[in-house]
């Protein structure tokens, strides 16, 4: 019986001992998850600001062939531009997808001891940077313009951020000719 009772208290106290090396590693893992939320962070931050150069840049190149081929108050004007927007907003869309997946995929690691450790600091998240964003996205959406400043009513943006199964499939009935 007293082989039994030291053995148990042995398990005891090696669980013990476990609980509390686990317990103490535990802010060093929330702290390396925040830094690594925080760098993805950054990351979708800077690809916005890069991809928003490179859309300017995108856009003058096609006013500029548009303008050669003298068809800068065509439709073609309209169309080339928004096709250019939608792009980016395209890509937008996934970056910003593929950062909210990476950073839960950092913080799906914790467990309940962060949870217990981390109650007075909250998980990072995007809010910041997508808030921020909107002031860029929003120019982005915005429709092409002639030459004289008027805007086209030719192509509307078809913003991929706003784009879902759920709606094609609703449109799908009455864009059969598009399919055709």
Do not use: C, F
Request: glycine share 4%.
């Amino acid at each position: 019986m007293g082989a039994i009772a030291a053995g148990a208290v042995g398990s005891l106290i090696t669980i013990t001992v476990a609980l509390l090396v686990r317990l103490v590693s535990v802010p060093r893992e929330i702290s390396s998850h925040d830094r690594r939320a925080r760098d993805r962070e950054h990351d979708l931050a800077q690809w916005i600001a890069d991809r928003d150069l490179r859309l300017r840049r995108e856009l003058e190149e096609t006013r500029k062939a548009l303008s050669a081929r003298k068809m800068r108050a065509s439709g073609e004007y309209a169309w080339s531009l928004g096709l250019v927007k939608e792009r980016a907003l395209h890509e937008w869309r996934d970056q910003a997808l593929n950062a909210k997946r990476d950073i839960a995929t950092i913080y799906d690691r914790e467990g309940w001891l962060h949870a217990r450790v981390r109650w007075r600091k909250p998980q990072i998240v995007l809010d910041q940077t997508l808030e921020t964003a909107m002031t860029l996205l929003d120019l982005w959406r915005t429709p092409p313009a002639h030459d004289q400043g008027r805007a086209t009513s030719i192509m509307p943006i078809d913003d991929p951020t706003d784009r879902s199964l759920a709606r094609s499939v609703r449109d799908a009935p009455g864009r059969l000719p598009e399919y055709q």
